[in-house]
T-cell receptor, first 113, second 113 residues
Framework: DTAVSQTPKYLVTQMGNDKSIKCEQN?????MYWYKQDSKKFLKIMFS???????INETVPNRFSPKSPDKAHLNLHINSLELGDSAVYFC????????????FGSGTRLTVV | GDSVTQMEGPVTLSEEAFLTINCTYT??????LFWYVQYPGEGLQLLLK?????DKGSNKGFEATYRKETTSFHLEKGSVQVSDSAVYFC????????????FGGGTRLMVKP
């Protein structure tokens, strides 16, 4: 009965590969997000979807492509992985405009070698 | 531009010491303010929040007061425990504007027995 679940938890892959991270929430939230956390713990918003529509797309290389098949799922596909993509990626969800804050997943640690 | 600034860590305290982690924000309008906590190997969890000036958020012995005059939302706890060791993030969200959270850089707290 996990609220926001991400898979996989760990991902080790070689440079140049393509990989996907999946996220699902069962909270009935209408908005989902992807954040990237670097080695210094700094969190940066990447994307946000509201009811399957992209509403935030920060300056992210176009090798990163989010996909939201429905409002309970937001997947992140990364093409041609680079060393600098190594980080922890967090999915989160919220009810837009309620001020209740986010519920986060437990993160996916991506290591590119 | 809009931002959140929090004190750099790590903050190292002995058990039962008093904790303050400073947070100031720069934002137009009247944002909602949050503190999130990240325990080792986990995602972020909402610790407390305040949605308007002079509100005090509190949870698990932690408190923070929304001070509009000083644009601050400092986190305090009267007596820390070893189990409070974590990274703490201050964040704000513009009300009624998509709920997007802007995070500070995080402050690592280490509590020694």
């Amino acid at each position: 009965d996990t609220a926001v679940s991400q898979t996989p938890k760990y991902l080790v892959t070689q440079m140049g590969n393509d990989k996907s991270i999946k996220c699902e929430q069962n909270l009935g939230h209408d908005t989902m997000y992807w954040y990237k956390q670097d080695s210094k713990k700094f969190l940066k918003i990447m994307f946000s979807y509201n009811n399957k529509e992209l509403i935030i797309n920060e300056t992210v290389p176009n090798r990163f492509s989010p996909k939201s098949p429905d409002k309970a799922h937001l997947n992140l596909h990364i093409n041609s992985l680079e060393l600098g993509d190594s980080a922890v990626y967090f999915c989160a969800s919220s009810l837009r405009d309620t001020g209740y804050g986010y519920t986060f997943g437990s993160g996916t640690r991506l290591t590119v070698v | 531009g809009d931002s959140v600034t929090q004190m750099e860590g790590p903050v190292t305290l002995s058990e039962e010491a008093f904790l303050t982690i400073n947070c100031t924000y720069t934002a137009t309008g009247y944002p909602s303010l949050f503190w999130y906590v990240q325990y080792p190997g986990e995602g972020l969890q909402l610790l407390l929040k305040a949605t308007k000036a002079d509100d005090k958020g509190s949870n698990k012995g932690f408190e923070a007061t929304y001070r509009k005059e000083t644009t601050s939302f400092h986190l305090e706890k009267g007596s820390v425990q070893v189990s409070d060791s974590a990274v703490y993030f201050c964040a704000w969200a513009r009300n009624n504007a998509g709920n997007m959270l802007t995070f500070g850089g995080g402050t690592r707290l280490m509590v020694k027995p």
